[in-house]
């Protein structure tokens, strides 16, 4: 079992930046995969960016590709989302979620998730 929670949401203006963070725990936590997923009010979930246990490989949406950067620190056993430029765009619940397969969270198959943190971003 892995118990994911997610913090560092809030209300940002467009253009400037936030780091979401996202604590794990549980008996797996450090060997998980570790994925962003976003939901915006009436929109599916979108994948953002992916990370491996190791932190060695990672996957970053093309939307967000060079404003969002995904890192983990094992140590601390969290996973964070740099978000850099902001736009009223991002505005949505941000979930992490873990998955020990990297193949199948690539493929957007999750076995955990957070209760999401809301981003608002104002224009």
């Known amino acids: 079992q892995v118990q994911l929670v997610e913090s560092g949401g809030g209300l940002v203006q467009a253009g400037g930046s936030l780091r979401l963070s996202c604590g794990a725990s549980?008996?797996?936590?450090?060997?998980?995969?570790v994925g962003w997923i976003r939901q915006a009010p009436g929109k599916e979930r979108e994948f953002i960016a992916l990370?491996?246990?190791?932190?060695?490989?990672?996957n970053v949406s093309d939307s967000v590709q060079g404003r969002f950067t995904i890192s983990r620190d094992n140590a601390k056993n969290t996973v964070y989302l740099q978000m850099n430029n902001l736009k009223p765009e991002d505005t949505a619940v941000y979930y992490c979620a873990a998955q020990l397969n990297y193949e199948l969270a690539r493929a957007g198959e999750y076995d955990y998730w957070g209760q999401g943190t809301q981003v608002t971003v104002s224009s």
């Open positions: 549980g008996r797996s936590s450090n060997y998980v995969a």
């Open positions: 990370i491996s246990w190791s932190g060695g490989s990672t």
